[in-house]
Nanobody, 124 residues
Framework: QVQLVESGGGLVQAGGSLRLSCAAS????????MGWFRQAPEKGREFVAL????????RYADSLKGRFTISRDNAKNTVSLQMNSLQSEDTAVYYC?????????????????WGQGTQVTVSS
């Protein structure tokens, strides 16, 4: 089992940057595909980015390419999301998630473990 705790959210002006972090418990962090999802008010939870177990491959939502960067440190059991050029539509609760699936996927149903979320608010 994996416990995930996000941090780094907050209030930022449009055009600014934030770096989210997710700390995982347990010794098996490197066996999980890690993902970030977000949920804006009155909207469903949507895929943001994922990174494979070794960190050798990443995937992003098409609308976010070039602005967000996901990374992981298996020695420290952490995964991060660097968010640049933030826009008001990026306002949401951001969730870290872990998947034991064989194939990396943006499908949230394949992620077994979730953090409690961290709020990101972008003011225009």
């Amino acid at each position: 089992q994996v416990q995930l705790v996000e941090s780094g959210g907050g209030l930022v002006q449009a055009g600014g940057s934030l770096r989210l972090s997710c700390a995982a418990s347990g010794r098996t962090f490197s066996t999980y595909i890690m993902g970030w999802f977000r949920q804006a008010p009155e909207k469903g939870r949507e895929f943001v980015a994922l990174i494979t177990r070794s960190g050798s491959s990443t995937r992003y939502a098409d609308s976010l390419k070039g602005r967000f960067t996901i990374s992981r440190d298996n020695a420290k059991n952490t995964v991060s999301l660097q968010m640049n050029s933030l826009q008001s539509e990026d306002t949401a609760v951001y969730y870290c998630a872990a998947s034991a699936a064989t194939i990396a996927s943006s499908n949230r149903a394949l992620y077994e473990y979730w953090g409690q979320g961290t709020q990101v608010t972008v003011s225009s």
